[in-house]
């Protein structure tokens, strides 16, 4: 049992690239979560996923898009980099844990991508 | 939203208890308080999680008073090995803030 994988750990683009960033779990979760974190500072809600074939967006989605490929499968892109989105990238999931309220789902998180855009 | 408010640093001597206080003023009826903690280079790992009173597990106490405008994370006799960055979360899934955090430095 991997848990959260992500690939690749670590990535360096040039402005205007683009790039891919995967991520998956085997846990059976339903929702997934891209985060982006800067140095210092906490994680920000890029993108989610509450159940397969949705998406919504969180707190930072300009600049980003995503895919939930299937259940395990939660994709983050980048269209063209720009070096404000040098950050390291965290991507997790979490299962409902019952029951009406908010909050009770623990998030299970990846190692992180580090990306560099110069 | 409900917005959390920790401090930014704490430091502790092995073997201590540590408290670390967290502020949340519009805590919503529905809403769980979770605490996860984050070492240099990893993601953040979930410790504990409650709604009212005292929850407790095998590695942290969380207090809850009954007005929930509040909530404080105990780490029981702490090791170098809990300097980290503790993250107090109130909300749901689809509105999880994370702050800044409170930067733990256990010395010995």
């Known amino acids: 049992n991997a848990g959260v994988t992500q690939t690749p750990k670590f990535q360096v683009l040039k402005t205007g690239q683009s790039m891919t960033l995967q991520c998956a779990q085997d846990?059976?979760?339903?929702?997934m979560y891209w985060y982006r974190q800067d140095p210092g500072m906490g994680l920000r809600l890029i993108y989610y996923?509450?159940?397969?074939?949705?998406?919504d967006k969180g707190e930072v989605p300009n600049g980003y898009n995503v895919s939930r490929l299937n259940k395990r499968e939660f994709s983050l892109r980048l269209e063209s980099a720009a070096p404000s989105q040098t950050s390291v990238y965290f991507c997790?999931?979490?299962?409902?844990?019952?029951?009406?309220?908010?909050?009770?789902?623990?998030?299970?998180f990846g190692p992180g991508t580090r990306l560099l855009v110069l | 939203l409900a917005k959390t408010t920790q401090p930014i640093s704490m430091d502790s001597y092995e073997g201590q208890e540590v408290n670390i206080t967290c502020s949340h003023n519009?805590?919503?009826?529905?809403?769980?308080i979770t605490w996860y903690q984050q070492f240099p280079s990893q993601g953040p790992r979930f410790i504990i999680q409650?709604?009212?009173t005292k929850v407790t597990n095998e590695v942290a106490s969380l207090f809850i008073p009954a007005d929930r405008k509040s909530s404080t994370l105990s780490l029981p006799r702490v090791s170098l090995s809990d300097t980290a960055v503790y993250y107090c979360?109130?909300?749901?899934?689809?509105?999880?803030?994370f702050g800044a955090g409170t930067r733990l430095t256990v010395k010995p």
């Open positions: 997790a999931s979490s299962s409902l844990a019952g029951g009406p309220r908010k909050g009770q789902e623990t998030q299970y």
């Open positions: 846990m059976n979760h339903n929702s």
């Open positions: 996923s509450a159940s397969e074939g949705t998406t």
């Open positions: 519009n805590i919503a009826t529905n809403d769980y």
């Open positions: 409650g709604y009212k």
């Open positions: 979360l109130v909300g749901d899934r689809n509105d999880m803030r």
